[in-house]
């Protein structure tokens, strides 16, 4: 089993990146899939979260209207569309899945998850 996140870079501030997570060995729709991000010095903090076979999404109060996690079935793969990018945004993202349906109240914590991509560098920057 394995994720692959890609799509980080350099952008300005209120710019917009879209960051990917291959998985390999599994289905995402039967996942519960979220996107976590780690600052400098800071501990990493769940940013948005998507359940498995739902359409719903969940965003921290910090990327609510900005963030948007979605996934693709077809090409088994989970994104991250940020958009009017900041520099607190500049980060380490890392895609994380858990098998089956997580309780809400679960989804922010790190232990939750079975499995994690190997992170992308998002830098936001004039």
């Known amino acids: 089993f394995q994720l692959q996140a890609s799509g980080g870079g350099l952008v300005q501030p209120g710019g917009s990146l879209r960051l990917a997570c291959a998985a390999s060995?599994?289905?995402?729709?039967?996942?519960?899939i979220a996107w976590f991000r780690q600052a400098p010095g800071k501990e990493r903090e769940g940013v948005s979260f998507l359940r498995n076979s739902e359409s719903r999404t969940i965003n921290a109060d910090s990327v609510k209207g900005r963030f948007t996690i979605s996934r693709d079935n077809a090409k088994n793969t989970v994104y991250l569309q940020m958009n009017s990018l900041q520099p607190e945004d500049t980060a380490v993202y890392f895609c994380?899945?858990?098998?089956?349906?997580?309780?809400?109240?679960?989804?922010?914590?790190?232990?939750?998850?079975?499995?994690w991509g190997q992170g992308t560098q998002v830098t936001v920057s004039s």
């Open positions: 060995g599994f289905t995402v729709n039967d996942l519960t």
């Open positions: 994380a899945a858990a098998k089956g349906r997580k309780i809400i109240s679960t989804l922010r914590a790190i232990s939750t998850y079975d499995y």
